[in-house]
């Protein structure tokens, strides 16, 4: 019995629910968490309308940064050997 081998971020999603693998290593299916089956490749798709008429950022402005919220790290001295 051979058993697929599964990145560890698709294992968290079989494990908690989300998708279920099912099938023999060669023919495995893998359904949703409503078991709709799931194909192979991306979902990502080309845009269909134009980018936003939105000015682009202007970047940062050279201002000073105001630190009064912001704790700095502060490292520990190495733990004395008792």
Do not use: K
Not at 33 to 38: F, M, V
Not at 70 to 82: H, V
Request: proline fraction near 23%.
């Amino acid at each position: 019995m051979r058993q697929p081998v599964v990145c560890p971020y698709h294992h968290r999603l079989h494990h908690r629910g989300i998708i279920t693998i099912t099938g023999p290593a060669d023919a495995l299916t893998v359904t949703d968490s409503d078991g709709r089956p799931l194909s192979p490749g991306s979902l990502a798709r080309p845009p269909t309308q134009p980018p936003p008429a939105v000015p682009p950022c202007p970047g940062p402005l050279g201002e000073r940064a105001d630190w009064w919220w912001y704790d700095p790290f502060q490292p520990q001295p190495p733990p004395t050997n008792n």
